[in-house]
């Protein structure tokens, strides 16, 4: 058996399954939709069959129409992973351009180890077919260590236009330049020999996905270190927020306790009926410049001092659990972080409702065990997406919101804690249980 007997092209059913196991991967490295177990088998299974019969039933087109067959199985790839993950048009398009580059890749070098093995072994290409699960996952594992340490957080948001663009030049050039050769096009970069044929494609196939991920590494390097920018500029605007406000605070308080004194003295000097009416009219102006919060925490005291107003203003119903004492072990930037972005979140979400009834915010501050539960609810009955486990910003821009989330989130990550998100009977619920230092607990 000669060369080119043995070095014929990629079955088509080898092509479907390596597509297959690339868009498996993704479904596994990134979020996926919540659908059934049932769902998830059967659709994948459509998506299979679908492939597998346009790729068989198009194996012998002329070459003018091999671009466009292509360009529908790519479709097919798209459509199944827009089903199946979670994510914007922009990230499930960059997705689908790697998985395609991955199973061009464990095609190739499944089907070139094939070859080679049958035609030292002089065996029936049956023989080879040993080669497919092998060479696929372990491909495709390897694939997965890679993509697992990349894709954290809102990675996928983070993929701009430009970024795309990019990827999407590197991706179809590899795919283009790998099966030039087998265009019959007679180039300086095409091969004459079969052997020749596959080496070149495999190596331009292993080549572009070295780029996709150099690529990707710089662009997600990029992403967080924005993130991590975006985030200490907002602990260092909350802290500032929070002492500006209680320098003020404590100037009322004060005045305050100041003129307390005065009117006392102006009491026992005197009392004319005005003089006592005035006095009084005072002391209920004076009142309103009373805190309101004793949480026994000075920081989340004047946090909720300062949120007041606001809650007030757009008739809020603010009820408050708290045992402030229990945060006195965390430092005053990481309480500001916690509770005042998670307080101008909820504000934020209820001031939508119309009904002033459905305005609720509560909060809870108690010990559990050894730890600290700390829980914010608002009332919401609009949908929310979630991601990661984390909500998805609503607002358009993306790229400059959403940052007040993962810095609660990074706060208690530094403690050695958790927060958990969820959208419970009309209520959105933060949860954060945070662990106390053995030598806070004394």
């Known amino acids: 058996m000669n060369s080119a007997e043995i070095y014929t092209d990629i079955p088509r059913l080898y092509t479907a399954i390596a597509e297959c196991a690339a868009c498996l991967l993704y479904c596994v490295v990134l979020p996926r939709k919540k659908r059934k177990p049932l769902v998830f088998i059967a659709a994948t299974a459509l998506f299979f069959a679908a492939d597998a019969f346009w790729l068989i039933l198009t194996d012998d087109v002329p070459d003018v129409f091999w671009i466009p067959c292509m360009f529908a199985a790519m479709g097919l790839m798209l459509l199944y992973l827009r089903y199946m993950l979670e994510g914007d048009s922009r990230g499930i398009v960059y997705t689908m351009l790697k998985a395609l580059l991955i199973a061009e890749f464990m095609a190739s070098l499944e089907w070139q180890i094939d070859c080679f093995f049958r035609e030292v072994s002089g ?8 080669f497919v699960p092998v060479i696929y996952l372990l491909v495709s594992y390897i694939a997965f260590l890679f993509e697992k340490q990349m894709h954290q957080g809102d990675f996928l948001i983070e993929i701009g236009p430009q970024d795309l663009v ?6 179809l050039l590899s795919f283009f330049a790998s099966n030039l050769s087998f265009l019959d096009i007679q180039t300086p970069f095409s091969g004459n020999f079969r052997p020749d044929i596959f080496n070149i494609r495999t190596l331009v196939d292993l080549t572009g996905l070295a780029f996709v991920f150099a690529y990707q590494s710089h662009v997600y390097e990029t992403a967080a270190e924005k993130e991590l920018m975006n985030i200490n500029a907002m602990l260092k605007a909350q802290y500032e927020h929070y002492r500006n406000y209680q320098e ?5 308080n004060y005045k305050y306790h100041d003129l307390k004194h005065q009117l006392a003295g102006l009491r026992a000097e005197a009392d004319p009926e005005k003089r006592a009416a005035w006095i009084d009219a005072m002391s209920k102006e004076l009142q309103a410049y009373k805190p309101e919060t004793q949480t026994g925490n000075r920081v989340l005291d004047g946090i909720l001092d300062q949120k007041m107003p606001l809650i007030r203003n757009n008739k809020i119903k603010f009820t408050c659990v708290a045992d402030g004492k229990l945060l006195d072990f965390m430092h005053v930037t990481d309480i500001c972080t916690i509770f005042g972005n998670a307080l101008d979140n909820a504000i934020e979400s209820v001031v939508t409702q119309e009904d002033p009834e459905k305005r609720l915010i509560h909060m809870t501050i108690a010990p559990r065990k050894k730890f600290v539960y700390i829980e914010v609810d608002d009332y919401c009955d609009h949908e929310v997406r979630f991601r990661g486990g984390q909500p998805v910003t609503s607002k358009q821009d993306r790229e400059n919101h959403g940052f007040g989330v993962k810095s609660i989130s990074y706060t208690a990550q530094k403690y050695g804690g958790s927060v958990s998100f969820a ?3 009309n209520f959105f619920e933060m949860k954060l249980l945070i662990p106390v230092p053995e030598a806070a607990q004394e």
């Open 123 to 130: 065996l029936p290409r049956a023989a080879g077919a040993v």
């Open 423 to 425: 959208l419970q009977n």
């Open 248 to 252: 003020s605070i404590d100037l009322i």
């Open 166 to 171: 990019m990827t999407m030049l590197i991706v």
